[in-house]
Structures are given as structure tokens and as C-alpha cells.
């Protein structure tokens, strides 16, 4: 790689190991900074979801949880460090065709999903972006998967409404049905429970406990900012602080009251009853 004329300065860089990730890695992020200005919304980090794991990412607003999830559904790059997506790095493979293989629900795609389109064509239009062209051949399978994914999720009854019509809750559903639509190897849903009522709430984590109890479900990865929407099932968590992550590890040992008061900020109280927790100030 070393052009000859600079074989006399070799950079630094040269020596350097390159980035490889973790075998059973499906996610894996090095030294990972994100600077904008002068702040860092990331700052150096490390963090490593491994097959089979269903991660909580928690922490302030603003800590930059929407941030590293744009790096791990290969949607921004970072200014500095390395990241592993599934088996490839990131910077040196072809976005288009990765991001397929990872679904994804935030609010910034629920604003791209158009108020006339269909819940069935919304949740099937993902996987365009996979076959890149429309075939005649994947019309039947896609259909069939589309369809499976929209009851699954509880939708069948709204399959023909229009997107626009749906109340918060049904949206929601309807972008974690979309992003399952290319079944994908990692799914990320950034505050899938975000704006529920507490119905709707419930209704979504009892979805998301069946996923993380199903062992052909995606490694997950769910940012919430509350404990009470951490569906039983999930194994681990991250908590960020200001960019920087305070804490990564087993569920149980990470979500604790001494933990996440130092991620917030300020004194709580974390309980946890029947596989549920709560959280109030200490
Ligand atoms: N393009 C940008 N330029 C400057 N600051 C940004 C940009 N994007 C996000 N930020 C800031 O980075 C911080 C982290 O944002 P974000 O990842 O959305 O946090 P979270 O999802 O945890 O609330 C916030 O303070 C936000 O204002
Ligand atoms: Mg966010």
C-alpha cells in the first residue's frame, strides 16, 4: 500500500493493525468519536453487541443516542476511531449494501415514510432498497412477508389504511414491521415507545419481549430513556453520558440505581418487580 517515495517516512499509520472485528461481533465500535464544532457528541466509544444479544441504550437527551445509532445502521461516519457492522467495516464497503441487512426505525425515517403510502406498501417498500429494482419474481415473496410481518405486529385490520391516518402507536408498529421487512441481522429502533400512552406502551413492550424471547429475531438494540419500557428478554445495556459511554454490561448489573444516577445526572431509585423496572428520584 506504501507508495515508493514514501518508503523512507512510512506513516505511523502503515504499522498499524488493520480494524478487524470481533468474530461473533455483529456490532462493534472502537474509540468512536463524533465531533461537530468544538463538541464531541461521541467521545471514544467502545462497545461490542455480540449474536444474539438484545442491548438497552440509555441516557439524557442529548448524550448522543440517536447519534450512535446513525453509526451502527451505517448512516454516518465517524470523525475518528473504527466500526464493525455485521462482518465488515465500515469506510470499506459499499453502504447500499449493507444497510439491508440492517433495519432500522427512528423518527427521523417516520418522517420519510409518506402520509398517503399504504401501512402494507409502507412496511413492503422496504425491501426495494434490497433487490435495488423492482422483480417480478421476489412480487410474491415480498408480499407474502409484508403481509406476515403486518398481522404479526397487529396491523392486519389497517393493511389498506393510509399512514397518515394512524394514531402514534400504530405508527410505530408499522416502522419495527418495516424495518424487519428485509430481515435483517441487526434491528435498531431508536424510542420505538416514544408519544405511546401508557396502552400502547404496554402493547409495544409485550412485542418487543416476544422478539427478544424468539431466537431467530435480529440482535437488537433499543434506545429508550425509560426503565419502565425495557421489555423483559433484553440481556444488556449501555449507558452514554454526554458522549461517553458510563457503563456496558449485563442487563441486571448495569441497570442499577448507583449506574444510572451517574448517567443522569442526579439521585434514583431503580427497582425491578416480575422482569419490569422502575425508576423514581432517590
Ligand atoms: N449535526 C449536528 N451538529 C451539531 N450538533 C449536533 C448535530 N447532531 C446532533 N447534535 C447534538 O449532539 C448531541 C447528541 O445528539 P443525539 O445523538 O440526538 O442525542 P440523543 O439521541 O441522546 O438525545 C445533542 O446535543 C445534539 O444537539
Ligand atoms: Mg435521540
Redesign the pocket.
Known amino acids: 500500500m506504501t507508495a515508493p517515495h514514501d518508503a523512507a517516512r512510512p506513516s505511523p499509520a502503515a504499522f498499524e493493525e488493520p480494524f478487524t472485528p470481533d468474530e461473533d461481533a455483529v456490532l462493534q465500535l472502537h474509540g468512536v468519536t463524533v465531533r461537530?464544532?468544538a463538541?464531541d457528541?461521541l467521545a471514544g466509544v467502545d462497545w461490542t453487541v455480540r449474536a444474539g444479544e438484545r442491548w438497552i441504550v440509555m441516557?439524557p437527551?442529548?448524550?448522543?443516542?440517536?447519534?450512535?445509532l446513525q453509526i451502527a445502521a451505517s448512516r454516518m461516519f465517524p470523525t475518528s476511531g473504527e466500526v464493525g457492522i455485521l462482518d465488515e467495516v465500515l469506510g470499506a464497503v459499499d453502504v447500499f449494501e449493507l444497510r439491508p441487512r440492517i433495519g432500522l426505525s427512528s423518527a427521523l425515517l417516520a418522517n420519510q415514510v409518506r402520509e398517503e403510502e399504504t401501512v402494507q406498501d409502507a412496511v413492503i417498500t422496504a425491501s426495494y432498497g434490497m433487490t435495488g429494482r423492482w422483480r417480478e419474481e421476489y412480487e410474491l415473496e415480498d408480499r407474502a412477508r409484508a403481509l406476515g410481518l403486518v398481522s404479526e405486529w397487529g396491523l392486519a385490520r389497517l393493511a389498506h389504511r393510509r399512514f397518515g391516518t394512524l394514531s402514534e402507536g400504530e405508527r410505530k408498529r408499522v416502522l419495527i414491521a418495516r424495518a424487519l421487512m428485509t430481515d435483517p441481522e441487526l434491528l435498531l429502533l431508536d424510542e420505538p415507545a416514544a408519544g405511546l400512552d401508557l396502552a400502547g406502551r404496554e402493547a409495544l413492550v409485550a412485542q418487543l419481549t416476544a422478539l427478544a424471547e424468539d431466537e431467530a429475531a435480529p440482535a437488537t438494540v433499543l434506545v429508550t430513556h425509560h426503565v419502565e419500557e425495557v421489555p423483559p428478554g433484553f440481556t444488556h445495556a449501555l449507558l452514554?453520558s454526554e458522549g461517553a459511554a458510563v457503563a456496558a454490561g449485563p442487563l441486571e448489573e448495569t441497570l442499577t440505581s448507583e449506574r444510572l444516577s451517574e448517567a443522569f445526572g442526579t439521585a434514583l431509585k431503580v427497582t425491578r418487580a416480575d422482569g419490569r423496572y422502575t425508576a423514581v428520584a432517590a
Open positions: 461537530r464544532g463538541k457528541i441516557g437527551n442529548g448524550a448522543g443516542k440517536s447519534t450512535l452514554l
